[in-house]
């Protein structure tokens, strides 16, 4: 039954258009009784017999208030999120692992307040934990605005999760959901080794010296010199700067002239013995502490060649070809 039921869901959900804004109507938004409202009803169907049988006009007068009211109730909760707007906001690329949280716009046009609406990924295979909700209240004429999050567990371009949205406001009696299908994908990049290798040594430029600036254990180049007045900031190694004086003495910088003939290259090739996963995990740990030092390097993958740069830019196009390979 159980595999019944999830390739049932599947096939539903698969024929729910693809879209990254949704208005709901009556013919996206369901309702159902909960427990309690089950409950309730099996309590009013109870004091409507006993009423009957020793004709109790006071059963009689708690009986249909109570059904009014849960009937009452039901409207006020399918009401919750018909006509509400929900627009989904482009998630930011994340690592394998980590949690990548998206936010979603919930708009209300009408002039009194929505309670109770909560949002959370729908994920049938994950029934055992359960699924996370971030709830909220939506103001009159207003927005409010909830996070979401779920956890990739593979690199590459991937499709958003299917969304679910719900309300059991006011009476707790009937449930009215929702279900959406974003149209925003999300990149998941490899997750960085934790402990990775010293970065590869420098490759001479065409034309330059033969000697080669090494990279010790720390990630810094052999290519350093003594302080001077007047260096920029930017190139002294801060990780020595313990052993230097108030004078100065021993500060060392990068040797700008020396690094100038050398490039450092991050090659897929050279890292290492281990499987595809794991080079490129390497590879995303050397591209992040190569950054960190704010080094210039460049890439080498399979059919794709990024050259030597540095900044921002440079790390993120280099970090989304990993997750692309």
């Not at 995303?284 to 540095?310: E, H, N, T, Y």
Request: charged residues 15%.
């Amino acid at each position: 039954m159980t595999l019944v039921r999830r390739g049932f869901q599947q096939w539903w959900q698969s024929r729910l258009p693809l879209s990254d804004s949704v208005l709901l109507t009556q013919r996206n938004v369901y309702i159902l009784p909960t427990r309690p409202g089950l409950m309730l009803a099996l309590t009013l169907l109870v004091l409507l017999v006993a009423s009957i049988n020793y004709q109790l006009n006071l059963g009689y007068l708690l009986t249909f208030l109570l059904a009014g009211s849960a009937v009452i109730g039901m409207h006020v909760c399918h009401g919750t999120l018909r006509g509400l707007a929900m627009n989904l906001i482009a998630p930011h690329p994340q690592y394998v692992g980590a949690a990548a949280i998206f936010d979603v716009k919930l708009t209300n046009t009408r002039r009194s307040s929505r309670h109770g609406i909560g949002l959370s990924v729908l994920n049938p295979a994950d029934a055992k934990t359960g699924l996370h909700w971030a709830w909220t209240d939506v103001p009159a004429e207003g927005s409010s605005t909830v996070q979401v999050a779920f956890t990739p567990t593979r690199r590459g371009l991937h499709q958003l999760p299917t969304l679910t949205a719900e309300t059991r406001f006011p009476l707790g009696t009937f449930r009215v959901w929702t279900i959406w299908r974003p149209a925003a994908q999300v990149l998941v990049y490899p997750a960085p080794e934790r402990q990775p290798p010293p970065l590869p040594p420098g490759e001479p430029r065409s034309g330059a010296a033969s000697a080669t600036a090494r990279v010790q254990s720390s990630g810094d180049f052999d290519s350093v010199r003594g302080y001077r007045r007047g260096d920029p900031l930017k190139l002294v190694m801060w990780k020595k700067a313990a052993k230097a004086d108030e004078q100065g003495n021993g500060l060392v910088v990068r040797d700008a002239q020396q690094a100038q003939r050398h490039e450092l290259w991050l090659d897929f090739v050279q890292a290492g013995s281990l499987d595809i996963e794991g080079r490129l995990a390497r590879l995303c740990a050397w591209v992040l502490q190569a950054d960190k030092l704010g080094l210039s390097f460049g890439l080498r993958l399979p059919g794709v060649q990024i050259k030597p740069s540095s900044g921002e830019a440079h790390k993120r196009l280099c970090l989304e070809a990993l997750a692309l390979c």
